[in-house]
């Protein structure tokens, strides 16, 4: 039976739906539990969102923690506004981020290759371990997919379409683009070589038609304008256009190991082999080690890869493939915690719109028998795959110890435990980095005194601290643990409480000292 172009449309809308469901399921399920803490480059997008809710501290790029564009800041502020500030409001800010940009993502991969690649390239996206770890936690760079395929779709929509309204709404996306991670600065390259492959492989220079001249100066002009506010603070302080990328560059000669030469292609090296062999190490991004792909879906990939190549004078092909390569820059031309999944995090569209590419051929079946036949071994080959993602990330990443220690849940227990109890200025030892987490958990309400010194310091301030308050708390935070057997002034103490975590490992450590 021939379904009628109403009846597909309606089916599309309908499965379309219900994998966004189940993104956002994905997003949300337990997110105040996992990832449990809050790491301090979180923790300080938290505070400035805080002040930007309490109509203070507007800024294009906020200079503390080591500069961060300001726009994930705002957004998060918007969600304070409605849900009050928090650590879930802090997380759910990125999973409204990441289900946007899914809904966008269809759109763009709909227009590149028709409704069924498009469903497909979806469903990846939507169980992707690699998004979705970016999409629970608070981390800015979590933007960058999402502008990019609004700044993609509407420049496509503006190319085929020629209306004015996708031309200034591509150009507003490009200009938000600098507001949100450096990795986001590579972007202009794929619009440069994508000008430059019309131009010398298509010989099309399109550009010189009167309709597109118009667009491209209405593009230029609302990119310009969203971005002049960034462009003004860069001229003055242009140290913040870059921000720390010359400090971990591959072109940083401390950083070098054997020469310049060796260090750019083991940065290379890795980073391509972070989809199916070896990924990031760093826990906060991924299982660590673990290919950021499943092993499936990197099947797929590298199929998908081979399609590409081969179909590469197609322009729909060459943007992917080099949107791909361009947005791998970010990881390769950095010498330090490479494979990086966060500075890659650009490459997420175009990965599964690769990957998508493969069922092409599965679609292209004519007899009844064996379309059947492939769409139930599809729908058993992409639950497979859900469940093993649903498994990485839910059993196997949100129980490792070192998750829970990496996103600094000890400091979440210990803001937890100061907002819960009434100490009157305690004593907390704890370094100026990790303060950032318990200043935005406690929102500066526990009036606590910070101190990070050594067992020597310790006892002099204990000593000077009791004349003047005869019972006061002191509070050891993780990292102070040891100065417990250290201080000769509090191994004379029985600490009042010791909280530990579910791995049963001490956290911090309370002191009433009299």
């Given amino acids: 039976m021939k379904l009628s172009q109403i009846q597909i449309k309606t089916l599309t809308i309908i499965l379309v739906a219900l994998v966004i469901v189940l993104g956002i399921f994905l997003r949300f399920y337990q997110l105040d539990e996992i ?48 849900f009050g500030s928090s650590v879930w409001s802090l997380h759910a800010t990125s999973a409204l981020i990441g289900i946007f940009t899914l809904i966008l993502f269809y759109f763009l991969a709909k227009e590149l290759f028709g409704r069924k690649i498009g469903l497909v390239a979806l469903f990846l996206f939507s169980i992707s371990t690699w998004h979705l770890t970016f999409s629970r936690d608070g981390f800015r760079g979590i933007l960058v997919p999402l502008i990019l395929v609004g700044l993609l ?14 031309w200034v709404l591509s150009g507003i996306f490009l200009g938000l683009g600098i507001y949100t991670y450096i990795a986001f600065r590579m972007v202009p390259l794929i619009l440069l070589l994508l000008f430059l492959y019309y131009y010398l492989v298509q010989k099309n220079p399109f550009w010189r038609q009167k309709t597109f001249k118009k667009g491209i100066v209405i593009f230029l002009i609302s990119t310009f304008i969203i971005a002049m506010p960034f462009l003004v603070h860069s001229i003055f302080h242009p140290e913040d256009f870059l921000g720390r990328a010359g ?21 290379t090296v890795k980073t391509l082999g972070m989809f199916n062999f070896t990924g990031d190490y760093n826990w906060r991004h991924n299982l660590v080690g673990m290919p950021m792909l499943n092993f499936w879906v990197g099947i797929l990939f590298l199929w998908g890869i081979l399609i590409t190549i081969v179909n590469f004078k197609k322009t729909r092909y060459f943007l992917i493939l080099t949107g791909l390569f361009v947005m791998l820059l970010p990881s390769i031309l950095t010498a330090e915690g490479v494979p990086h999944a966060l500075r890659a995090i650009g490459v997420l569209p175009f990965i599964y719109l690769i990957a998508a590419l493969p069922f092409k051929y599965f679609f292209k079946t004519k007899k009844s028998f064996a379309k059947i036949l492939i769409f139930a071994l599809g729908i058993v080959f992409l639950a497979t795959i859900t469940y093993d993602n649903y498994r990485r990330y839910f059993v196997t990443y949100a129980e490792k110890e070192e998750v829970y220690s990496e996103f600094r849940s000890d400091l979440r227990e210990l803001g937890k435990h100061l907002n819960s109890h009434t100490y009157k200025n305690p004593i907390i030892l704890i370094d100026n980095y990790s303060d950032q987490s318990l200043e935005f958990i406690t929102d ?16 002099e301030l204990i000593k000077m601290t009791k004349p003047i308050e005869k019972n006061f708390y002191l509070m050891l935070s993780r990292d102070f643990l040891q ?28 002191y009433l000292i009299k």
């Fill in 247 to 267: 400090g971990v560059s591959i072109f940083n000669p401390d950083l070098w190991e054997g020469g310049f030469i060796k260090t750019a292609f083991t940065s």
């Fill in 444 to 459: 500066k309400n526990a009036g606590y005194k910070r101190f990070s010194g050594n067992e020597r310091e310790l006892d």
């Fill in 35 to 82: 990832p449990f803490g809050v790491y301090p480059d979180e923790a300080a997008n938290g505070t400035n969102a805080n002040q930007v809710a309490e109509g203070e501290n507007f800024q294009v790029f906020f200079e503390d923690n080591g500069g961060r564009e300001g726009l994930y800041v705002y957004l998060v502020a918007g969600v304070f506004k409605l």
């Fill in 153 to 166: 779709y509407f420049l496509i929509k503006a190319y085929r379409n020629h209306k004015t309204r996708y």
């Fill in 483 to 510: 100065l417990a057997d250290q201080s000769k002034q509090l191994r004379k103490l029985e600490p009042q409480e010791i909280v530990k975590n579910k791995f049963d490992q001490e956290i911090f450590k309370v």
